[in-house]
Nanobody, 117 residues
Framework: VQLVQSGAELRNPGASVKVSCKAS????????INWVRQAPGQGLEWMGRIDPEDGGTKYAQNFEGRVTFTADTSTSTAYVELISLRSEDTAVYYCATSRIPGTEDYWGQGTQVTVSS
């Protein structure tokens, strides 16, 4: 299993960002894709997950209304889009697979998102 994420992004406050996570070595629909972020000096923060088989999503309460997960089975790629960015969204964003909710096993390399004017 390999997850390869898109490159670093720099955005102004109020903008949006979309990060991709391309999966290989397994069938995308066989595992959940979770999104987790880590702000500077902070621990890991779970943002939510998507079931690529049916597109079903679960969002952590802190991100409801500001984040959208999607998955393209034709390209084995999952995406997270975050809108209305603020400086507190500066973090490294990770995708991670899990067979069972809460048991992330394979991780992408991380994508640095910096929000700054």
């Amino acid at each position: 299993v390999q997850l390869v994420q898109s490159g670093a992004e720099l955005r102004n406050p109020g903008a949006s960002v979309k990060v991709s996570c391309k999966a290989s070595g397994y069938t995308l629909t066989s595992r959940y894709i979770n999104w987790v972020r880590q702000a500077p000096g902070q621990g890991l923060e779970w943002m939510g997950r998507i079931d690529p088989e049916d597109g079903g999503t679960k969002y952590a309460q802190n991100f409801e209304g500001r984040v959208t997960f999607t998955a393209d089975t034709s390209t084995s790629t999952a995406y997270v889009e975050l809108i209305s960015l603020r400086s507190e969204d500066t973090a490294v964003y990770y995708c991670a697979t899990s067979r069972i909710p809460g048991t992330e096993d394979y991780w992408g390399q991380g994508t640095q998102v910096t929000v700054s004017s």
